[in-house]
């Protein structure tokens, strides 16, 4: 006969057939991993073979056959009544006197090894759970801080009842497991006091995208309960792993979460609870205990290389439980299990392309992007104070963006303005948080009525269509993963590290820009002078908004350094080794203004476009403060937290010497070229750089074309105006002969060149150019890379490098 209980010390993972995933992997790591220092509270677990024999013994068996037999499994209207039924079959029987008995014999081992008055842990464990392709955490109950034989009866008995919560019924129902082929098994854990301290969760990859290189720990104050329920907004940490024993600071990202619930034990004693349940309580978190992280940075990384070592054992992605003793400091390990979402994921790269089924009415026209159709609710706002009106996946109709409206554009499913060109704000925001745009429409606000459902559609060229009503589309979906890699290196254009892991996946050789003003606008949003000169603010609300953003910084500076490293750090990470080239920003004056506190600190340019823009300002008196804490943000991320595939790129650099004075003052703030492998690019954006490139390469390691801006100081043709569309061309003559002077320049001094620009997707002609030529690389947006690479591979075979 098979024991009714076995100690974790006697269950490895082969057992999960007696006592289930969640058990079997805790004797697993009791016995394997506690040796090399994971902690892992002891315990012992009640096996299947119990749990049969309580069917059996109280006759449950057909009974419950019989109960579930009655679920309405098309439209579950039933479930709640079939679920409450089944659960009162076997919570108004009797516990059989043998299992009793076992689970007597286990607690009195417990109490004999660590105390009298021990608090227990007692966790659902299903045969079936925790299988590769299927979870069952989450359907069954936990039942915390139960003390005395009685109330771990109790605990025990409502354990066994869990197995036919609702969600569990159709948890196994959509799994299609037979619900009278999965047996409970019931864990008996010495309990972590972590309500006098903190716990939570970790993943061994990033659990939205399946990107393996981190470990993302989230946590909370008090029992872990809230956190696996997500009952509260908990802290966040990621962590680099290839970092973990090299770098002095692997941790790469922070999120302070507001924790508002603690939960902790109630004040009962035993014989006096009502229920299981009853020996915990949830309460509002002090503000000043909501205001600081439940972990510090050493403790952060010891849970990340403990999480890395469980998932070496495992071989797998895994799935983790942590808990921290308020009494004795310590760090526990309380749960393990495959992580079964993303790690059954296969990331294909996938181009859809979208066609329209039907006509509609014509609302209003303009230049597309994206090549996609979607459709919203279209919400009119004239400014981004009227955010809160936008909701998520409602198609924002505005005259024009500017960074302000960064973070409401995230919101935005697709974005229609009334001003605004192919290289515009609203272009580049809108391509990074891959909303779909139809910009420079002259009449939008005019022609959609807020509130009124629209069909946008970017799909049939250059010209965005937004169209009354909801019309049907089709999506057509090519596995791009048998694209050829073209010779040229085919990178991409990103700012937002949120989206970082996921485009990692796409075939890449990395980031050719990375634009640190979608940076400053979205995670930072205060003047970097505002910060260091805070005490001469005199804006009231600009004082409170940055009081607000930094009362975690005593030295608000660090606020600034802090927040670039990490999102920086993210993007670097994503794409690690392969290079990650940072342009150091490249607001014009007008845009520094509009940050937090910006106004005061920023001249009043007629033209900034051409004004206090790029090198020039890096070290002007108006902005070489700021630009120190740009190069602090760099250096950290470089060599605290070892990413030095980091490449910094200078923009708008308009002579020589201009270039030797911010190389010289970026070494004077501890970013020296050619220390510790730091390359330094420029930006070929001028005319001037062009016809100096041999002079501008003996002080840089690389150039990167700027497309548009070439091309407007080459023709004198603003490049936001869409009176000069029809003059400023990618293919215009004179703007061609520069980049092929640069190339041939380049190729002379050895010198890498690379170009970041929309042309090459837009245009299969332009993209046979670079090739032709010579370019290096080509950088892409998210939306247009797979179109791009199409293009870099059709002109190699054309010249003979296929």
């Given amino acids: ?97 043998e299992i009793q008995a076992e689970i007597e014999k286990g607690y009195t081992y417990l109490k004999s090894a660590y105390g009298e008055h021990i608090s227990l842990a007692v966790r659902s464990s299903a045969t079936a759970e925790d299988l590769p392709t299927a979870s069952f955490a989450g359907q069954l109950e936990t039942y915390l801080n139960v003390s005395g034989l009685q109330n771990l009866f ?72 809230n956190v696996v329920q997500g009952a509260v907004n908990t802290d966040e940490f990621i962590v680099f792993k290839p970092m973990l024993d090299k770098a002095r600071q692997s941790i790469i990202s922070r999120k302070l979460g507001s924790k508002a619930k603690t939960m902790v034990y109630a004040d009962k004693a035993e014989g006096e609870l009502q229920s299981p349940a009853d020996a915990i309580i949830n309460l509002d978190t002090p503000a000043e ?21 469980i998932e070496e054992h495992y071989q797998q992605p895994m799935d983790i439980e942590w808990a921290k003793d308020g009494l004795s400091g310590d760090l526990f390990i309380v749960q393990a299990r495959p992580e079964t979402v993303q790690s059954q994921h296969k990331n294909a790269a996938f181009f859809t392309e979208y066609t329209l089924q039907e006509k509609g009415k014509v609302l209003c026209s303009g230049i597309g992007l994206s090549n996609r159709i979607v459709s919203g609710i279209a919400r009119v706002l004239h400014t981004p104070a009227e955010s809160d009106k936008l909701q998520a996946g409602e198609v924002l109709v505005t005259r024009k963006t500017d960074p302000d409206w960064d973070p409401i554009l995230k919101k935005a499913s697709a974005i229609i303005t009334e001003q605004g060109g192919r290289t515009s704000h609203a272009a580049i925001v809108a391509r990074e948080v891959g909303a779909v745009a139809v910009l420079g429409t002259n009449d939008a606000t005019k022609t959609i009525r807020d509130g009124q459902e629209v069909t946008v559609s970017t799909a049939g060229g250059e010209t965005g269509y937004v169209f009354e009503g909801k019309l049907a589309w089709e999506e057509k979906k090519t596995d791009m993963s048998k694209l050829g890699k073209p010779h040229t290196k085919a990178m991409l254009i990103l700012g937002d590290p949120e989206q970082a892991f996921k485009y990692s996946f796409l075939p890449n050789d990395g980031v050719g820009l990375m634009r640190m003003e979608f940076i400053i606008t979205n995670s930072i949003q205060i003047h970097p002078m505002a910060l260091t000169h805070f005490d001469q603010v005199e804006n009231r609300e600009a004082r409170e908004k ?58 009043d340019e007629a033209n900034p476009m051409i004004g206090l823009r790029g090198a020039s300002r890096y070290y002007h008196k108006l902005y070489q403060e700021g630009f120190e804490l740009e190069c602090r943000a760099m250096k950290k991320v470089r060599e605290e937290m070892g990413l030095t595939n980091v490449k910094l790129m200078i923009p708008f650099c308009r002579t020589v010497q201009e270039g030797e004075k911010v190389i010289r003052l970026m070494a004077d703030h501890g970013l020296k070229r050619g220390e510790n492998g730091l390359e330094v690019y420029v930006m070929v954006e001028i005319p001037s750089n062009a016809l100096l490139a041999e002079e501008f390469a003996a002080h840089f390691d690389g150039f990167s074309i700027g497309s548009n801006d070439l091309t407007q100081l080459t023709l004198g043709a603003d490049r936001d105006s869409g009176l000069l569309s029809d003059i400023f061309s990618p293919f215009d003559q004179a703007v061609q002969q520069l980049i092929v002077m640069t190339l041939q320049k380049a190729k002379k001094t050895g010198t890498k060149v690379g170009l970041c620009g929309q042309a090459p997707s837009d245009y299969p002609a332009y993209a046979a150019f670079l090739v032709e030529h010579g370019i290096d690389s080509i950088s892409f947006n998210p939306d247009a890379f797979f179109r791009g690479l199409e293009n870099m591979l059709e002109a190699e075979k054309k010249k003979g490098m296929a």
């Avoid at 940072?582 to 845009?591: H, L």
Wanted: aromatic content about 10%; charged content about 25%.
């Fill in 1 to 97: 006969m098979e024991p009714f209980i076995m100690l974790f010390k006697d269950i490895s993972y082969k057992d999960i057939s007696k006592v289930g995933g969640k058990n079997a992997s805790l004797g697993e790591m009791y016995n394997q991993l506690n040796p090399e220092g994971i902690r892992v509270p002891d315990g012992y677990a009640t096996t299947s073979a119990a749990y049969w024999h309580l069917l059996e013994q109280q006759h449950l068996k057909a009974q419950l056959t019989e109960a579930l037999d009655r679920l309405d499994t098309s439209d579950f209207h039933n479930l709640s009544e079939v679920g409450k039924q089944a659960r009162e079959l076997i919570l108004s029987t009797l516990l059989p006197e």
């Fill in 154 to 225: 109790s605990a025990c008995h409502h354990s066994y009842a869990s197995l036919f919560t609702d969600r569990a019924i159709k948890y196994r129902v959509d799994n299609a497991f037979e619900h009278m082929q999965v047996a409970l098994s019931v864990g008996i854990q010495t309990m972590v006091r972590s309500d006098k301290a903190c716990s939570g969760v970790m993943f061994t990859l990033d659990p939205d995208t399946g990107f393996e290189k981190v470990v993302v720990v989230s946590g909370s104050w008090g029992l872990g309960e």
């Fill in 289 to 309: 205990q909501q205001e600081q992280y439940v972990l510090a940075d050493e403790e952060v990384v010891q849970l990340a290389k403990w999480g890395l070592r």
């Fill in 546 to 603: 940055i009081e607000q953003l930094t009362h975690h910084y005593p030295n608000k500076a660090d606020y600034f350094v802090d927040k670039l490293a990490e999102a920086t750090a993210v993007i670097a990470a994503a794409f690690y080794p392969k290079d990650v080239i940072v342009r150091m920003s490249d607001f014009k004056s007008n845009e520094y203004a509009n940050l937090v506190g910006g106004r005061q600190f920023e001249p």
